[in-house]
């Protein structure tokens, strides 16, 4: 019987220098890349918000050109309409002005106020609105209490009014306008219509 030929294992080798140097070379080449590659992201992210500024501004004018006609609409059409509606209405005011503001005795601007309308006897304050909402008549009441004492702080004993002109009234704002003592002013064509409900009464602030 032949004897079975013996096979030995070789004996494995160890890692040499040049093992390890090429696999940190590797791993340097490969951190390499991944900092290239995020380097590259970066400047693709910065043209991105780059971009992205460059459009909101670009949107931010055409929303001041918008804000500045919809301002010349309401100093042309809205201003004398307004007026003239109020004579019918027996309030016979000598001065009418869009975008009036009020400061504080250290400049500091206390409120605005779309159209202002005033005599010797009474003065109006009117909110404008594309669209007016309930929260925009919100508004108004704090603004109408803020011009109160304005006047009053000036010895200013005129009775202060508040009305409420809108193209739109969302859900129950003309309503609530109502309720709260404010004038309702509606687009009507090209002109404005001030028409009151029965028993209407105005609240003087």
Not at 69 to 78: A, M, S
Request: a negative charge; charged letters at 35%; hydrophobic letters at 35%.
């Amino acid at each position: 019987m032949e004897n079975a030929a013996v096979r030995q294992r070789e004996p494995q080798r160890g890692l040499t220098f040049e093992d390890v140097w090429a696999a940190m070379m590797e791993t340097d080449r490969k951190m390499q890349e991944t900092d290239r590659k995020m380097r590259e992201t970066d400047r693709k992210l910065e043209k991105m918000f780059e971009e992205t500024e460059r459009r909101m501004q670009k949107t931010d004018k055409l929303i001041g050109k918008l804000g500045n006609r919809f301002g010349e609409l309401v100093e042309h059409l809205v201003t004398p309409n307004i007026a003239e509606k109020f004579r019918e209405l027996h309030y016979t005011f000598t001065k009418a002005g869009p975008d009036v503001e009020f400061f504080d005795a250290n400049g500091k601007t206390l409120t605005e106020v779309d159209v202002w309308l005033e005599n010797g006897e009474f003065a109006m304050a009117v909110e404008v609105k594309s669209c007016l909402s309930r929260q925009d008549v919100t508004d108004h009441l704090k603004r109408m209490e803020i011009l109160r004492r304005y006047l009053d702080e000036r010895h200013d004993t005129r009775k202060l009014l508040g009305a409420a002109a809108g193209a739109v009234f969302k859900n129950e704002a003309k309503e609530y306008a109502l309720e709260n003592g404010f004038y309702v002013i509606e687009q009507s064509g090209d002109t404005v219509q001030i028409k009151p409900p029965e028993g209407f009464k105005p609240r003087i602030w």
